[in-house]
């Protein structure tokens, strides 16, 4: 009785102050994640690029996931999470910093290495914060906890868009829409320069601040000298934690897919026919909208099933998607942007019915889960492969089909 009394008395009131600081690393991984919305069609024009190709910018960050998740999983379990939000942050402002040579050498690889290396600390930031903030009070209301925290995470993909097309598009905008050729490759490399510096300038202050910040220990790391022989469990033994991997996987892959395409489906002449600085503002719509559902999806899984909640967004979604496939103009255009709405709750909602039960696996379901963010580099270059073959507008169906998993997912594959 006393223990569950010990757990009781930590009301989550004494971890709002933790939480509030995590949040802030939700919004920063939410905005460079967005911001790669923009750096795809500027870099494609800068080096000239098909879809497929521009499409390498989500292969390597994305790529990240896939091959620093169990790595940051172990670091996790030997450092703890706080240690390892430090790490996160130092790793994600090297990789900003490196933009800075990547623009002076007109390099297309080393813009690709830069972003390798930023997602490489975001992925640490993901495996130590997410499973955190689960650990962070109540079990039941953990869901509803996580996806308000990534409610933060949705602000700055909101955010990102907006002024990266104001800062990177804006700058060479004017001139590209007189004549494509008249603003040099060099020119417009150089305009991602000094935004990225500053962004991993602010990487560096926020892992100052965590260093020194004093963040309570969750029950689960605080016992885990207790469950030593972990040797003998194992994350992959859980059913609902390996289909929430492909939860994990189709839902990143069909997010990005649709943020990634946005600008030039809004620039087709059947669309809106917007020019690409104009169209960034509604990237941040698609993403605002993440933000706002994320928010009201809070309240509503403090009510209603996570996985019946699940299952009814991804059904909208699929509809929306639908129509921007077979639609025209604004129909099209604003089925497409209001997608972001419904893909709000999916993330946080998979990740945590996924680690339902897993208890002293949570750290390794963690990693799992992170390492299938990987969806997000291999399912664009797949769509980007379809529009080069079909069109962009068929390049959607792929999204499509990946909301039809999470549908089957939530009402079906998340049950223990």
Known sequence: MPPVLNAQA???????????????????????????????????????????????????????????????????????????????????????????????????????????????????????????????????????????????NSLGTAVAPFLGGIVILGAVAPALLNDGSAVSVAEQARTVQMPYVYLGLLFIVLALIFARARLPVPDIESRRSEHKPTETLSAWSYPHLRLGAVAIFVYVGAEVGIGSFLINFLGEADVAAMA???????????????????FVGALLMRRFDAGQVLGYHALLALGLVSIAIVGQGHLAMWALIGVGLFNSIMFPTIFSLALRGLHQCSGQGSGILCLAIVGGAVLPVAQGALADLAGIRWGFILPGLCYLYILFYGWRGAKI
């Open 10 to 152: 930590l009301p989550e009131p004494n971890h709002r102050p933790a939480l509030m600081l995590l949040s802030s690393l939700f919004f920063m991984w939410g905005f460079m994640t967005s911001l790669n919305d923009i750096l795809i069609p500027h870099l494609r024009n800068a080096f000239t690029l098909n879809y497929t190709q521009s499409m390498l910018v989500q292969f390597c960050f994305f790529g990240a996931y896939f091959i620093v998740s169990i790595p940051a999983g172990r670091l996790i379990s030997r450092v703890g999470y706080h240690k390892g939000l430090v790490v996160g942050l130092l790793l994600a402002a090297l990789g900003c910093l490196v933009f800075y040579p990547a623009a002076g050498a007109l390099s297309y690889p080393l813009f690709l290495g830069a972003l390798f290396i930023l997602a490489a600390g975001i992925t640490v930031l993901q495996v130590s914060a997410n499973p955190y903030v689960t650990a962070l009070g109540d079990p039941a209301t953990a869901a509803s906890r996580l996806t308000l925290t990534q409610a933060f």
């Open 276 to 294: 690409q600085a104009q169209a960034a503002t509604y990237v941040s719509y698609y993403w605002g909208g993440a933000m706002l559902g994320r």
